[in-house]
């Protein structure tokens, strides 16, 4: 049955979604799981192990989620032990989000499950087909408004440094 062009838009959309719920929740119950972390908790875990610390703001939009979205989150992480924060030295009003050792702990242990899991996820696709995916959704992202993020300031992950 041939959609109309409005019908197949609607379609993508809710299949771009209902993937995105099915991986992240592949992923907390999988990878995940033991340390009893969500998708986004990692995400901030993930943002700042390359760098140890990361002023608020800027760990929020690198996430990709909201100020108060990530006040939530850093309140488990600190629950758990992960993170910590402290006032900016040169803005009161701004706070610096470390990763604690057992956060960094965490994060190695946790990386090469996720990267399996990962693997497994998309292991029926060739090298170019996991490319041609990553550019259009990357599209996707800028045509909503943004880069995929709930402010459209971040592109999700933050880049790697080499």
């Given amino acids: 049955m041939a959609y109309p062009p409005a ?15 099915t991986v ?27 760098v140890g610390e990361l002023d608020a703001q800027l760990l929020a939009r690198q996430v990709g989620i909201s100020k108060a979205t990530l006040s939530g989150l850093l309140k488990t992480l600190e629950g758990h032990g992960f993170v910590g924060r402290c006032p900016h030295p040169d803005d009161r009003r701004r706070v610096i989000v470390h990763l604690l050792p057992a956060g960094r702990r965490a994060v190695d242990d946790l990386l090469p499950r996720y990267c399996r899991e990962a693997a497994a996820v998309t ?16 599209e ?17 992950f933050p880049p790697r440094s080499s």
């Fill in 24 to 50: 992240r929740a592949h992923m907390e119950h999988g990878a995940l799981a033991d340390y009893d972390l969500s998708w986004r908790a990692f995400n901030v875990m993930w943002a700042l192990r390359p």
């Fill in 140 to 156: 996707v992202q800028l045509s909503a408004g943004g880069a995929g993020t709930e402010h459209g300031t971040s592109r999700g």
């Fill in 7 to 21: 019908a197949t838009a609607v379609t993508v959309i809710s299949s771009i979604c209902r993937a995105a719920s």
């Fill in 123 to 138: 292991s029926s696709w060739q090298d170019d087909e996991r490319l041609e995916l990553i550019e259009l959704l990357q």
